[in-house]
C-alpha cells in the first residue's frame, strides 16, 4: 500500500531563511506521480507541483525547488527567502499509475504547518 | 482562469439526516474526486469518477456515501444519514487526464458540521 510521511508537523522561521519541507513516500510502483499542495489558512488545496516517477530532475519555480531522489524515496521541498505569506500548512501527495484506465486518488501526507514570522 | 466550484461552504445537518454537497468541475476535466479532511488532520480520499461511473473508492467510502453525475456540469457527494463522525471539509477536484496527464484542481471546499 502507498504511504506518504512528512515527519516534521511545525516549522518555525523567521522571514527570509530558507527552509526545506520533508517528504518521504513508500510504493510498490515502479510509475508514481507525485505532489505538493498549500493550504493557506482559508483553506483551500492549492496545486503547486507534479513529478512522475521517471523524471528525477530537480525543479526550481521562483523561490521554490523541489529536490526527488528516488535512492531515499524523498521529494523535498525548500523555500527560499521566506516570506510571511508562504505561512501554511503544506502537502506532499502520492499517486500509483492506475492500469485500468479510470482515475487515481492522490495519498496525501499529514502536512507540515509552516510559520514565517516578520 | 477556470476554477472548480462548491456549494455550500458550510453545512450544518442533524445526525440521521441526508446531505448532498455540491460541486462544478472545470468544464473540460474528465476525472473527478471526492476528499475529505477531519479539522486538523490529513486530506483523504473517498472516490474517483470517471466515464459516469465510480473509479476508485477507498475503505472510508461506504454504503452511506454516493456520487453521481446529474448532469453535464455537476457533480455531487451524498451522504445518506449522517453521523457526528461525519464531521469535517469536504473537497471537490477535477482534473483533465490521470495523475500522469493532469494535475488535480481541488475546490474551496464545503465544511459539514453534524449535531
Known amino acids: 500500500a502507498q504511504k506518504v510521511t512528512q515527519a516534521q508537523t511545525e516549522i518555525s522561521v523567521v522571514e527570509k531563511e530558507d527552509v526545506t519541507l520533508d517528504c518521504v513516500y513508500e510504493t510498490r510502483d515502479t510509475t508514481y506521480y507525485l505532489f505538493w499542495y498549500k493550504q493557506p489558512p482559508s483553506g483551500e488545496l492549492v496545486f503547486l507541483i507534479r513529478r512522475n516517477s521517471f523524471d528525477e530532475q530537480n525543479e526550481i519555480s521562483g523561490r521554490y525547488s523541489w529536490n526527488f531522489q528516488k535512492s531515499t524515496s524523498s521529494f523535498n521541498f525548500t523555500i527560499t527567502a521566506s516570506q510571511v505569506v508562504d505561512s501554511a500548512v503544506y502537502f506532499c501527495?502520492?499517486?500509483?499509475?492506475?492500469?485500468?484506465?479510470?482515475?487515481?486518488?492522490?495519498?496525501f501526507g499529514k502536512g507540515t504547518h509552516l510559520i514565517i514570522q516578520p | 482562469e477556470p476554477e472548480v466550484t462548491q456549494t455550500p461552504s458550510h453545512q450544518v445537518t442533524q445526525m440521521g439526516q441526508e446531505v448532498i454537497l455540491r460541486c462544478v468541475p472545470i468544464s473540460n476535466h474528465l476525472y473527478f474526486y471526492w476528499y475529505r479532511q477531519i479539522l486538523g488532520q490529513k486530506v483523504e480520499f473517498l472516490v474517483s469518477?470517471?466515464?459516469?461511473?465510480?473509479?476508485?473508492k477507498s475503505e472510508i467510502f461506504d454504503d452511506q456515501f454516493s456520487v453521481e453525475r446529474p448532469d453535464g456540469s455537476n457533480f455531487t457527494l451524498k451522504i445518506r444519514s449522517t453521523k457526528l463522525e461525519d464531521s469535517a471539509m469536504y473537497f471537490c477536484?477535477?482534473?483533465?487526464?490521470?495523475?500522469?496527464?493532469?494535475?488535480?484542481?481541488f475546490g474551496p471546499g464545503t465544511r459539514l458540521t453534524v449535531t
Open positions: 477536484a477535477s482534473s483533465l487526464g490521470l495523475a500522469g496527464a493532469g494535475e488535480q484542481y
Open positions: 501527495a502520492l499517486s500509483e499509475a492506475y492500469s485500468g484506465g479510470g482515475a487515481d486518488g492522490l495519498t
Open positions: 469518477f470517471y466515464n459516469n461511473e465510480i473509479s476508485e
